[in-house]
């Protein structure tokens, strides 16, 4: 069922305070993601998932404006926490990461979706010098990193999927794709033959279905695939369901790899990446694509809109 502004209530209650132990942090900016729309519909998932008549929640950034006794935290400190959706968030102190000023430049870029990427492209998929890597799902918060990901660790060529002739055209001038093949015009088996010709060695999989069927098509002998989202099925209502038919003789003939990343088993992946793209950002050798909505009120149509794809890149809601 498609989300409505029905599905959400806006509640104005009293500002709590932080007891011992705890900082009260004032919101500036929080991140929207499409695994939200699944964490409202699916009930068996590796992290909880939202309960109708309960605040959502989900990476922000704040300020902190007061602390409890014994918190060790001084007021004023930015800090990155999981507690989004609100204005005010009440936190142990154990459960914020401090901000520190060389990454604070641009704070939003510290709610990119790079981690899960450089787990899956550096640590998982392996990509080297020479390699011709797929992202599908390439206009996305996720996928507009993976292909500077990939670049930026030596791949000879970078191939993404996308829906939309304009965000192709930006996926080509700025965030290091070579080619795109877009839905609904044509298969994509038939479109990755044409743009990629000498075969897949990384698949980058964000989407599922019909689009990581025609990347393991299309992968050579020795490929890596790294799965890291089921977009197909998220967006559409059902959850993680994505069902996905592969040839398993096919898999075998030519030694591929297939594998699921999470970040529960890549636990430095997020520091690493922060400093790589802190550091890039700074010198020009990574962007961060992103759409910025101001208000809380607004939270609920940035997400409507992230499900529909009109937005490109990470979308940040400014609180």
Known sequence: MPLTSEHFRVITT??????PGEVLVRNRLMAVTAAMCTMMVAEELPIPSYRRGSPLWGAAIGEVVAAG???????????????GWRDYAVLEATEIDLIVPADAHDPGALLSHGAPAWAALRGV??????????????????????G????????????????????????????????LVMRNEGTVTSQLRLVAPEGLDIVCDTVGGEQLEAAVENANTGARVALLGALSGQLGGDGLSTPTRLDSALLIRRRMEIRGVSLRDHPDAEREWTRVFVDG???????????????LERAPEALRELVAGEHMGTVLVEL
């Open 14 to 19: 009293t500002v709590p305070r932080p007891g």
């Open 148 to 179: 500077q990901i990939a670049r930026h660790l030596g791949a000879k060529r970078v191939v993404g999927s996308t829906g939309s002739p304009e965000k192709a055209d930006r996926l080509r001038r700025e965030l290091g794709y070579d080619e």
């Open 125 to 146: 998929a392996r990509v080297g010098s020479g390699d011709t890597v797929f992202v599908s799902g390439a206009a996305g918060g996720l996928g507009t990193l993976a």
């Open 281 to 295: 950002l700074a010198k020009g050798s990574f962007s961060f694509p992103h759409t910025r909505l101001h208000g």
């Open 69 to 83: 006794p014994a918190s060790e935290i001084e007021p004023g400190v930015l800090v990155k926490h999981g507690l």
